[in-house]
């Protein structure tokens, strides 16, 4: 049932606090780190949003300049509410670290609220604590990106703040310190505490031979123990730039406004390093069907994690990613699913089921099959089910009517999310980072519609190949161990 | 009717708080969003939000009486019918009810919560007439086909099985179990292992029967549509439920076992600790004071007393925050956080010492301002988009704190004085509370009560 929508979760009016806000975000990160669902196109999908809402509206359209220090700027008019989402997203993440490093694109996310020189301890968020402004950050493989939710007269105020950290971070072993502990509390919430979530490390870590993508954001427990005030800085130093930034603004502003504004605060920003290209070691041709079987005592539902090396929005050949966007929705989105129809319904032997596709990534990315069997239900049986799904797709294709049903679904996404200041910003965001474009973008909608049904089918067969593939299997005990239990 | 209410109130001022430097803050008062109370022709009321800027609907809806309905040993009765209400209805079956929602990229779906069931509805304009429709078969032609239920009960009970392993679900449960025992509250909303295997097609439909009813509903419209347009839908939708519902009659309750400190043995590496005492009804004049006293305490996301002294001094734990919470039938407040095994007794020291040192002297003036400033100053971020103001539209007519809330809201945190924050300290935390533990066994510090 993960995949219904809810409206209302029994938040009170006034009774939720800061809370509600550090969940929805922490969500948030969390399925950006973990590559989920809902991330199906979103390197693309805004470009039909921003049409309808803006034609609808009548409003400008979205602004794009770059700063004469290369600081790239984008602006998301929308003008029903006197709110701004402000957001800057550094291009770097957990797979531009140094190997032994893991963990510090993270930990430096967190430090960055550690204080400047000009706006010491904590005055940065101490600020938004006061104006009634929102603010957090998350980290993923590809970037890093700080945001704030304000009334629309803050923004010059929070563009400064924004400004000044970009290359004045102060740090002492006094405020690093503590804060590393504080990451090792959320890798114990995130993962240690999780069989789920350390098994999706195991087979990540399994499915990337050479790329970086194979360690964990958060990083390895070993490797966050050791990071100190000089790792951070120095890696502030080598990614904090403004040539290596975009800052995307959505909400109650137009483009002309924030350009004047972007010059006086960030364009004041001097260039402190020259990028390098993100060249990361790159996957050898997969030839092995792999598989691994992790056993946690805290399993009370055994589930099956599988993913495939497939090419993200970045590397495809045209059409590719756009077929497996379709291919993701046919195959394991909802009820009407291939997935959720064959293992759940019809053939009753999970309880639940479906699939993910990543598009939004640099280099090399991910296709996510997941199911939970039902008591007595062996994974032999499970994944025999799986397998039989996705072979008839690749041989027989998929059906006119869930064809349809998939790219019309997909495209309305683009529509609602135009309903959303803050799920613009973050789309347009995430996509500017790992090598799209404003352009590319805006011809999603497009290549959608243009995807074909051999296409969809196509996609299954070259990509859903298990030689691709590693597949977890997360159970409570490993055969033969029942015995030293007792 | 058209009792209008606006959107959004005039900045308040910021007294004589110095932080803004170079950049003043201007006051602003748009107004261009306005709330209107409209009765359907059939007489079903709800307020409507009319936005042509943007090509869809939202609507939420609720009905008074989620999880505290479900008869006495079959907890998740609410949450079941919730659940199975798009698996079959009218002549449709499940498999063809989704495929008509896909098919037209509508989204629907249904949530119980111990006081409420609720639903909601996003559509694009263009297909309103489907939507509405088959979200009117939902609610009142909803076929509980044993295959469907014998589906979503598996389903359940996995999520259940999931459960018994999770320190914060166990920390959650005991805490509810200990406080609200014999009662309702006491009951999870999702039902128990025990429960759950319990539940038959006919405790569904008698929920349904009970619930579904005019008198209780409450329902709130946001996006490109007119208020006559509106009103036809509504009675499209929910004119064949029957005028009056049948609700059991449940107790109002105040926390027990307050004084305990209960410990759960579960082999993680992260305990969980739930800190929960009586609360204060949302009607209770004092409900806004301690509103604001909780954002000082543990509800501001990064400026809290808790965030600082457990989070950013000690690097005890990376979420820990508190929160009062008015149920219908009881109040609560609560404060959590979850911190690695060896520090459980010291980070359960640090919370209690917070809250006793805020029972005691209250919050600074500077506290105080500061809260007033970012509780008004950040109302307006809760309705930026269809969605967001259709579900807060709902609450507020649960809560019935009226149609001219939003207008006034502000005000009310304004005129929130020292006195009533003190007041309200020592009422709110000068208490015994319950503490639950999940996690390795440790020494828990035994502390009075």
């Known amino acids: ?486 | 009717m058209n009792l209008a209410a606006r959107l959004f109130l005039q900045r308040a001022v910021l007294g004589a708080l110095i932080f803004v430097g170079a950049f003043a803050a201007l006051p602003r008062s748009a107004d261009a969003t306005t709330v209107e109370r409209i009765v359907s022709p059939g007489g079903i009321a709800a307020w409507l939000v009319s936005e042509p800027s943007v090509p869809l609907i939202a609507m939420d809806f609720a009905f008074k009486g989620g999880a505290t309905q479900d008869p006495p040993n079959r907890a998740g009765v609410a949450n079941m019918t919730a659940a199975l209400l798009d698996e079959g209805a009218g002549d449709i079956d499940s498999d063809s009810f989704h495929e008509r929602v896909e098919s037209k990229a509508i989204e629907m779906g249904f949530t119980a919560t111990r006081d409420y069931i609720s639903g909601s509805l996003r559509t694009l304009t263009e297909n309103q007439d489907e939507a509405f429709d088959l979200l009117r078969l939902a609610i009142t032609k909803p076929h509980f086909d044993p295959v469907d239920v014998e589906r979503i009960r598996e389903q359940t009970l996995s999520a259940l099985r999931r459960a018994t392993m999770s320190p914060n679900e166990l920390a959650t449960e005991r805490w509810w179990a200990t406080a609200f025992a014999g009662h309702p509250y006491a009951q999870p909303p999702r039902g128990t292992l025990e429960s759950v295997p319990a539940i038959t097609v006919d405790d569904l439909k008698n929920f349904t029967r009970k619930v579904f009813a005019r008198d209780i509903l409450k329902v709130a419209i946001v996006g490109n549509i007119d208020a006559a347009t509106a009103g036809k839908l509504l009675d499209r939708v929910f004119g064949d439920l029957p005028a009056t519902s049948a609700l059991s009659p449940v107790a109002k309750a105040i926390p027990q076992g307050l004084g305990q400190k209960i410990a759960v043995n579960l082999d993680v590496p992260q305990s969980v600790l739930m800190i929960g005492g009586a609360g204060i009804l949302r009607k209770d004049p004092d409900f806004m004071p301690a509103f604001v006293l909780n954002h000082i305490l543990g509800g501001s996301a990064f400026s809290s007393r808790l965030y600082k002294e457990v989070r950013e001094a000690r690097g005890l734990a990376y979420s820990v925050y508190s929160a009062v919470m008015p149920l219908d039938y009881a109040a609560l407040f609560m404060s959590a956080t979850a911190t690695r095994s060896d520090r459980t007794s010291q980070t359960l020291e640090v919370i209690e010492a917070e809250i006793r040192k805020m029972a005691e002297t209250g919050p600074t003036e500077e506290e105080l301002a500061k809260a007033k400033s970012f509780l008004t100053g950040s109302f307006g971020l809760r309705f930026d988009t269809s969605t967001k103001i259709a579900e807060q539209l709902v609450l507020i007519q649960l809560d019935e704190l009226g149609i001219d809330y939003i207008d006034k809201r502000n005000g009310l945190v304004e005129a929130v004085t020292m006195a009533d924050v003190k007041r309200v300290a020592k009422r709110l935390l000068d208490a015994r509370m319950l503490v639950t533990v999940v996690g390795k066994p440790q020494p828990i510090a035994a502390k009075g009560g």
């Not at chain 1, 000009?118 to 957090?136: C, V």
């Not at chain 1, 039989?388 to 019309?408: N, P, Q």
């Not at chain 1, 298990?466 to 055969?479: D, F, H, I, Q």
Request: avoid cysteine; proline fraction near 5%; hydrophobic fraction near 45%.
């Open chain 1, 1 to 486: 049932m993960e995949h219904r929508k809810s409206g209302i979760h029994g938040v009170r009016v006034d009774a939720s606090g800061g809370r509600a806000i550090i969940l929805a975000w922490a969500a948030l990160a969390a399925r950006l780190q973990s590559t989920a669902v809902g991330l199906a196109g979103v390197a693309a999908a805004l470009a039909l949003a921003f049409q309808v809402a803006s034609a609808a509206a009548g409003g400008p359209e979205i602004a794009n300049f770059t700063l004469q220090n290369g600081l790239e700027v984008v602006v998301i008019p929308d003008h029903r509410t006197p709110v701004v989402t402000h957001m800057i997203w550094y291009k770097v993440g957990s797979a531009d670290e140094t190997p032994g490093k893991s963990g510090l694109a993270h930990f430096l996310e967190h430090l960055m609220f550690k204080g400047t020189a000009k706006n010491p301890a904590g005055r940065f968020s101490q600020t938004l604590a006061t104006i009634g402004g929102q603010e957090n950050a998350f980290t993923t493989a590809d970037y890093t990106a700080y945001f704030q939710r304000i009334a629309k007269e803050y923004l010059p105020l929070v563009m400064e703040f924004e400004a000044d950290r970009m290359t004045g971070l102060v740090l002492t072993d006094d405020n690093v310190l503590p804060e590393r502990d504080v990451v090792l509390e959320e890798f114990n919430m995130r993962v240690a505490n999780s069989p789920e979530a350390r098994i999706g490390e195991q087979v990540a870590a399994a499915l990337y031979l050479n790329h970086p993508y194979g360690r964990p954001v958060i990083g390895w427990r070993q490797e966050i123990e050791k990071l100190n005030r000089d790792d951070a800085l120095a890696f502030y130093r080598r990614f904090y730039t403004p040539n290596n930034a975009v800052v995307v603004i959505a909400g109650d502003v137009n483009g002309d406004e924030v350009k004047a504004l972007a010059e006086k605060t960030y364009g004041q920003v001097a260039r402190v390093a020259d990028v390098a290209p993100r060249l990361r070691p790159q996957e050898p041709l997969p030839v092995a069907v792999r598989q691994l079987t992790m056993a946690d005592a805290r399993v009370a539902q055994p589930t099956l994690q599988r993913n495939y090396l497939v090419p993200s929005a970045n590397t495809a050949e045209p059409g590719e990613s756009e077929a497996l966007d379709v291919l993701s929705q046919i195959l394991g989105a909802g009820e009407t699913s291939r997935l959720y129809r064959a293992l759940v319904v019809d053939e009753h032997v999970a309880t639940g089921a479906g699939s993910w596709y990543q598009g939004t990534a640099l280099d090399e990315s991910r296709f996510g099959v997941f199911a939970s069997p039902l008591p007595g239900v062996s994974f032999a049986t499970l994944e025999a089910a799986i397998d039989g799904v996705i072979a008839r797709i690749a041989e027989s294709g998929v059906t006119a009517a869930e064809f349809e049903r998939a790219k019309t679904r997909l495209i309305a996404d683009a529509v609602y999310a135009g309903d959303n200041q803050a799920t613009m910003a973050r789309w347009y965001g995430a996509a500017l980072t790992v090598g799209g474009s404003v352009e590319k973008v805006t011809s999603w909608p497009a290549r959608v519609r243009a995807v074909t049904p051999e296409a969809v089918q196509k996609a299954a067969r070259v990509w859903l190949d298990k030689r691709r593939s590693v597949t977890g299997y997360l159970v409570k005990e490993l055969p033969g161990n029942e015995e030293k239990r007792s």
